[in-house]
Nanobody, 120 residues
Framework: QVQLVESGGGLVQPGGSLRLSCAAA????????MAWHRRTPGKQRELVAT???????NYADSVKGRLTISRDNAKDTLDLQIDSLKTEDTAVYYC??????????????WGQGTQVTVSS
């Protein structure tokens, strides 16, 4: 099995910065795509950033220029740097990872979510 553990959420003032982390562990052979999603109460889950195994990144238009997604393939970790935080960035952030397990089966797993609250 493959598990994801997220960290780094919290309460931040508008204009501040935050860095979220996600660590994958378990029977991992390789990781392909990694992504961050967020869910705001009353709204659908939103895909905010993705990064492929070769480092290609994509961002939602709503966050472009303020978020930076990165990964460490040696450590199987995923980060999300959020700058110039806005109140509308308040949400639960989830990491999502897919790849291949040691037994050859594909996996697609989600983290437990970490709360980010932007408020003065």
């Amino acid at each position: 099995q493959v598990q994801l553990v997220e960290s780094g959420g919290g309460l931040v003032q508008p204009g501040g910065s935050l860095r979220l982390s996600c660590a994958a562990a378990g029977s991992i052979f390789s990781i392909d795509n990694m992504a961050w999603h967020r869910r705001t109460p009353g709204k659908q889950r939103e895909l905010v950033a993705t990064i492929t195994s070769d480092g290609t990144t994509n961002y939602a238009d709503s966050v472009k220029g303020r978020l930076t997604i990165s990964r460490d393939n040696a450590k199987d970790t995923l980060d999300l740097q959020i700058d110039s935080l806005k109140t509308e960035d308040t949400a639960v952030y989830y990491c999502n990872v897919d790849g291949i397990r040691l037994d050859g089966a594909r996996f697609d797993v989600w983290g437990q979510g970490t709360q980010v609250t932007v408020s003065s």
